[in-house]
């Protein structure tokens, strides 16, 4: 197929393409000794969609996650839109956005979306960090490969490892110090990783602080607008059901792991802003939820709460 054809085809839906042959994919997963699912199909279309920078800050009644997850959840956004391309290429094909087991990071290099940051994230010349991935493989032969070109990596800045407030990337990065790792855990969290969370789910410090974002997530599409489900009540996720929860923030990317992990954190958030107000629904969360994790971090946390609002 000619290549030009098919990137302008995933042009019209995305803001960055890069279409490479499976094999070169392949090849350096090997070399870089990456263990990838095997795929059949020849062709690797890399993916970039824009999504803005935006702040809300917690309240006295509604925590915030981290902004990548405001607006509609961006794997329904980015699947809906591939969908859309591949329907009428009348071949086989397989999709993913995220939660897969390929590298994405690593096709989004080889495509030429972006370098790949010292925050590990991939860092596009036209939008930052601020930009979320997908791949498609196609059962097609291309004619040429359509490699983006890059001139640009971080030198000598290292301002996310200096700003990263678990020392995550002082040495590479280690995923389990890394707060949008553990927050989004289903374990006990440790004193310090309480103090370290900021969110109720991710952490944007290292793209905050990236000076190749200057200027950078201001673009948007419409499924990004804000829904209001954005800031979270901590009413609804103390008192609603996890049906009725999940039903009322529906589509939303912080839902991925199930509502306890939301609590969890949220209790944390409370505990650091010293807000003692939801102190007895919190308990009567612990009458009703046996997970393990989840009662040893609470527990601990209530304990000091009530000490604290009693004294
Ligand atoms: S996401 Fe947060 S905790 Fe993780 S490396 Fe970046 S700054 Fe550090
Ligand atoms: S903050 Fe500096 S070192 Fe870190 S990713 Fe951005 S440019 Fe690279």
Known sequence: MDAQKLYDLFKSKFDAVGIIETKTYQEEAKKMNKIIPEVNYPTMVVLGLAYPKRMIKHTDTHVVPSFYTFGKDYHLILKARMEEVVKDLNCGYTLGVDNHPHDERLAAVLAGLGFYGKNQLIINPDYGTYMFLGIVFLDLKIDHQIILEIHDDCGTCRKCIDACPTHALDDGYDVEKCMSHFNQSKRNLLDDEIQANYSLFGCDICQMVCPKNINKGLKTHPEFMLSGKEAVSILDLFQDSEKAFKEKYK??????????????????????????AYN????????????????????RLLKRMKNANQA
């Open 251 to 276: 589509d939303m990317a912080y839902l991925w792991k199930g509502k306890t992990i939301l609590m969890r954190n949220a209790v944390c958030l409370l505990y650091k802003h010293q807000n003692y």
């Open 280 to 299: 007895e629904l919190i308990e009567a969360s612990l009458k009703k939820l046996t997970t393990p994790w989840y009662v040893d971090t609470v527990s």
